[in-house]
């Protein structure tokens, strides 16, 4: 059982960047940046958004929820698609305005394409404008799915 | 010598999805997020933006240059640390809204602070309030470097 989340508000430099108080920043419109890992590998699998509520739920619940800017609400990471994060680690970057975390996915395909990374096309050698996969096989078809 | 860049404007979202033109959209305020991993060993050293010149000027040059929200200018990272990012890699991610750089650093130490990664504090385990290091050793002392 995790204790409450209680983020601290203490805001003064020293603490935000070399403190151990876990004081998260969100910006402007309530969000803070989050970059998700897979935790064996290490590769990134997504970039998503989270507010305070959602960062408070993926605590409680140790499971990822995110907030969809698109649809202005609460993202349960794998409520549709079974394909759930579990969080193994939560890290905070130098000014803590960007969060990290590494998940454990029992069913792979972090992406909704049913891609395992949402990062499955990168740009190609000596190119800066077309792409090529990196990712060819999908863990689903999105269509089974959604 | 790379092309010049020359980014697509198709935003159908099958080309933007699983396309092959790189078409990165910018958000409101002409910024795309950017998250740069060590090539070598694929860990996340930092969390950025880029505006349409800073990703044109890092295809250029193939370093990394970044937009820097606060300053409202272009920054090229390394400048003042000499500790630039040669890029190795640039990926998008589905809807081609995020930017992942894979990068060499011959200097390491991404951080400001002078660590390897920005993300050197993790919530302790267990708690949803303190943090512990996860990068006790710093590559350079800032007081040296800025």
Redesign the interface.
Known sequence: M???????ERTDKEQV??????APRFDENGLI?C?T?EDE????L??AWMNQEALQRT?ETGKAVYFSRRRKKLWIKGETSGRIQLVQ??????DQD?L?LRVLMKKEGA???G?RT??????KT???????Y?EPDRMFDPEDVY
Do not use: A, W
């Open positions: 995790m204790e409450p989340p209680n983020f601290s960047e070399l403190g151990l108080d876990f940046p970059i890992v590998s290490g590769d990134v997504m970039f605590l680690q939560i890290s905070v970057d130098c960007t990290l992406c909704h394409r891609y949402c990062f499955y096309r990168k740009l000596g190119s800066t404008s077309e792409l090529e990196t």
